[in-house]
């Protein structure tokens, strides 16, 4: 099984940087070896903003096992800006969807999830941004997750 989940991140990895265009300006994932991410634990991302121009989309993607026993799972996003200013919101990732199905794209046992928490975000200077995950439900072990992920793009603009 750990042989099968390596090459499997190495081939979700070369997709990834093969997919990435110059609007992409972060993409990261934390990985979970033991399968499970502690309540308690939280997960940090440091994005470099050179450009306030443009908004942003901010998108969380989450890997998982078939076996993950959750219907959904709510997220605590804390963005802390290079001067100390925070924003917070709340996400939830609906994992099944009202009939029981998993959701998102799905090869074999591992399951992927690509939400998009915010659209049209802007940032309000330039510098280092921590973008801190926490769990925000009420499970102290989150059993099944491979990886979690952030992702900051340019907003596409349709003219």
């Not at 979700?12 to 940087?17: H, I």
Request: a positive charge; proline letters at 4%; glycine letters at 6%.
């Amino acid at each position: 099984m750990t042989k099968k989940l390596f090459f499997l991140n190495i081939a979700f990895l070369a997709l990834a940087l093969a997919s990435c265009s110059n609007k992409t300006i972060f993409n990261e994932r934390h990985e979970f070896p033991s399968l499970k991410w502690n309540h308690f634990d939280p997960v940090a991302f440091s994005v470099e903003v050179t450009d306030m121009e443009p908004p942003y989309d901010i998108s969380l993607n989450m890997r998982h096992i078939t076996q993950m026993p959750y219907e959904s799972m709510p997220v605590l996003i804390i963005v802390k800006s290079p001067s100390g200013s925070i924003r917070t919101f709340l996400h939830t990732f609906k994992i099944k969807g009202k009939d029981g199905k998993l959701l998102g794209d799905g090869m074999g046992d591992i399951w992927d999830l690509d939400d998009r928490v915010k659209k049209q975000f802007f940032f309000n200077e330039t510098g280092k941004y921590v973008f801190t995950i926490k769990d925000a439900g009420s499970n102290y072990d989150n059993i099944g997750i491979m990886t979690l992920g952030l992702k900051v793009e340019k907003t596409k603009i349709n003219k």
